[in-house]
């Protein structure tokens, strides 16, 4: 155990139990949890609204382990020790005096009634008048309609193709390739798959398919540069590559969206106006696309 989380604990405990009791838990995971772990669609069904939620876990088992705060996944994913950490809004996480409470409360046997339960959680936060859309605001949508498959473990086992959407930087991820182009939301394959112009239409499960104001929340994220909770834009991953299909609408367009086809471009199946095609590219320093190969499908 950290010597921060030692000294906190020390400081739960000369407070008296009151600091640590499930009031306290409560009113923490109402603030910073509930918003994604709540209701049918909570991630991988664990709820966190209630005190039975809590205890019940979920599917791969309990979160949190009474008297055993060090291994309760719970702690661990609050604490960053295991990926991805929580809450998925973060940066900023949970205070060292909010995780010391939490695990103040777990040591000492999870003790507690669901008439402590906090208030209800508060709605998905949208931006005001002028102001910017950050991960904050997207975040829990993706908790709460995409994570169920996009994480490890998920309802389809491991994340299609790789893609975890369960933190920033998982979701901006270029290591296979890009799926979030920042400034750019007509070439993000995420953006397409909601919208449904590149197949198959994502949430998987759909229809329902997400809102139109979730969609264009979404894209709105994406074409101010893909912010973190913080406000800063995500740099451009130049070089990196994308893959998606759609609808060629001109001679060297998807979409409506510009292709930059040369000498070194490969072009199977003679694609024409009209048909379905698979574009792979490589991102250009101004966003645009390079592209490698161009497949009629």
């Excluded at 509930?34 to 709820?47: F, I, N």
């Excluded at 791969?60 to 994913?77: F, I, K």
């Excluded at 777990?106 to 402590?116: C, L, R, S, T, Y």
């Excluded at 994308?242 to 060297?252: A, K, N, P």
């Amino acid at each position: 155990m950290r010597a921060a989380t030692r000294l906190a604990l020390a400081i739960l405990a000369l407070a008296g139990p009151a600091r640590a009791d499930f009031a306290a838990v409560s009113r923490i995971l109402t603030e910073r949890c509930v918003m994604c772990h709540s209701g049918d669609a909570a991630p991988l069904g664990l709820r966190l609204d209630s005190l039975a939620g809590l205890r019940a876990g979920s599917r791969n088992g309990p979160v949190a382990r009474p008297g055993d705060a060090a291994s309760s996944e719970l702690v661990q994913r609050i604490r960053g020790t295991r990926l991805p950490r929580m809450p998925m809004t973060g940066p900023p996480y949970l205070s060292e005096q909010e995780v010391a409470t939490i695990e103040s409360w777990i040591a000492g046997g999870m003790v507690g009634d669901e008439a402590a339960a906090g208030a209800t959680p508060p709605a998905p936060r949208r931006p005001g008048p002028g102001e910017a859309v950050t991960y904050a605001h997207v975040a829990p949508i993706f908790a709460t309609r995409c994570a169920k498959c996009h994480t490890d473990n998920g309802l389809m086992g491991a994340p299609p193709e790789g893609f975890r959407l369960t933190s920033l930087a998982e979701t901006l991820s270029a290591s296979d390739r890009v799926r979030v182009v920042p400034g750019h939301p007509e070439a993000s394959e995420l953006v397409r798959r909601i919208k449904g112009l590149s197949r198959p239409r994502m949430p998987f499960d759909g229809p329902p398919w997400l809102a139109e104001d979730d969609i264009a929340l979404i894209t709105e994220w994406v074409r101010q540069g893909a912010r973190d909770a913080e406000g800063r834009p995500a740099p451009l991953p130049v070089g990196a590559r994308v893959r998606f299909d759609g609808q060629l609408t001109g001679q060297w367009a998807l979409d409506g969206v510009p292709l930059r086809v040369g000498p070194g471009t490969r072009i199977d199946k003679r694609p024409r106006p009209g048909d379905t095609v698979e574009v792979r590219a490589e991102l250009a320093p101004d966003g645009g696309l390079d592209v490698t190969r161009l497949r009629r499908r």
